[in-house]
C-alpha cells in the first residue's frame, strides 16, 4: 500500500508540474505573439509560428517513433487532432487579434476561462469528479488566473476585445476537450495532427493574401520561439490529460494568463493593480491545494 501511495503522488507531482509548464509555455508564447501581432497582421503570424509548430512535431515525432500510432478507430488522432487544430486555430486567431488592440488586461484573462469547457466536459460526459478539498482548490486557481492577469473593468469592456476574448476562450476550450479525447492514443501525434490542420489553413489564407504581413529575417528568432513553445505547451498539457485528473490538468493548465501578465508588466511596462496581486495570492494558494491534496 506505501509503494502504491507513493507512485499516485509521484504521479499527481508529475502532472502538476506538465500543467504548469505547459502554462508557463503558453503565456509566453502568447505574450510573444500579441506583441508582435501589434505590428504585423495576427493572421501572418499565426499562419508562421503554426508552420514553425508542425516542422518540430513531425521532428520529434520521427525522433520519438510516434508515427506507429493508430491514426483511426478507437484512440485515433486523426479526427480529434483535426477538429482541436480548427478550433484551436480560430481561437489564436482571436486571441492575438484581441491582444493587438492594447487591451491585454480584457482578452488575456476572459481567454483564460476557457479551462471551464473541458472542465464541464469532465464533470458532466466523463463523470471525473473532485472530492470537495481539490474542487476548493480548482475553484481558487482559476478564479486567482482571472484576477492575476488583470481585467480591466474600470474602463467598461469595449465590444471588440470582449468579442474576440469570447471567441478565444470558445476556441480554446473546445479544442482541449478534442485535444484530451485524441492525446488517450498519441499526445505527440495528435498535436502533429493540430498543426497539419493549421498548416492546411494557413496555406489557404497566404494564397489569397499572398503576404507575410512584412514578417522578414529579424523576426525569425522570435517565430521560432513561438511556434515551438506554444506546440510544446499543447504536447505537455496533452500528455498531463492521460496521466491523471482530466479536471486538474485542465485547470493547472488555464494559468498562463498570469505569465503573460507578468511579461507585460516587465517588458510593456503595464502596471499591476490590487487586484491582481490577490489573484496571484489566490491562484497561489489554489495551486498549493491541488498539489498537497
Not at 498543426?195 to 494564397?207: D, H, N, Q, Y
Request: overall charge positive; hydrophobic content about 55%.
Amino acid at each position: 500500500m506505501g509503494g502504491r501511495a507513493q507512485a499516485c503522488v509521484a504521479l499527481a507531482a508529475m502532472v502538476t508540474l506538465l500543467a504548469l509548464f505547459s502554462s508557463l509555455l503558453w503565456g509566453t508564447a502568447d505574450f510573444y505573439g500579441g506583441k508582435l501581432s501589434k505590428k504585423h497582421p495576427a493572421i501572418a503570424v499565426l499562419a508562421v509560428t503554426q508552420a514553425i509548430g508542425l516542422i518540430f512535431g513531425i521532428f520529434l515525432a520521427i525522433v520519438s517513433g510516434a508515427f506507429s500510432a493508430n491514426a483511426f478507430g478507437e484512440n485515433g488522432y486523426f479526427i480529434p487532432g483535426a477538429f482541436a487544430g480548427v478550433l484551436g486555430y480560430l481561437g489564436l486567431i482571436c486571441l492575438y487579434a484581441g491582444l493587438s488592440t492594447g487591451r491585454m488586461g480584457v482578452v488575456s484573462p476572459i481567454s483564460g476561462l476557457s479551462a471551464l469547457i473541458p472542465v464541464a466536459y469532465a464533470y458532466f460526459i466523463k463523470g471525473d469528479r473532485l472530492s470537495i478539498i481539490l474542487s476548493l482548490g480548482a475553484a481558487l486557481a482559476i478564479i486567482g488566473a482571472f484576477f492575476a492577469s488583470g481585467p480591466e473593468l474600470s474602463q467598461g469592456l469595449p465590444a471588440k476585445p470582449l468579442i474576440l476574448a469570447l471567441g478565444a476562450a470558445g476556441g480554446f476550450g473546445t479544442a482541449l476537450v478534442w485535444m484530451a479525447i485524441g492525446s488517450q492514443g498519441s499526445a505527440l501525434m495528435t498535436m502533429v495532427m493540430m498543426r497539419a490542420t493549421t498548416f492546411v489553413v494557413s496555406l489557404l489564407i497566404f494564397a489569397k493574401y499572398q503576404s507575410l504581413g512584412g514578417l522578414g529575417v529579424k523576426n525569425i528568432p522570435v517565430l521560432i520561439f513561438i511556434g515551438c513553445a506554444d506546440f510544446l505547451a499543447n504536447l505537455l498539457l496533452g500528455v498531463a490529460t492521460t496521466k491523471g485528473i482530466l479536471t486538474l490538468a485542465m485547470v493547472l493548465g488555464a494559468m498562463y494568463p498570469i505569465f503573460t501578465a507578468v511579461l507585460a508588466y516587465k517588458y510593456l511596462n503595464e502596471r499591476l493593480h490590487r487586484i491582481q496581486y490577490w489573484g496571484v495570492a489566490l491562484a497561489v494558494i489554489g495551486i498549493g491545494i491541488i498539489s498537497a491534496f
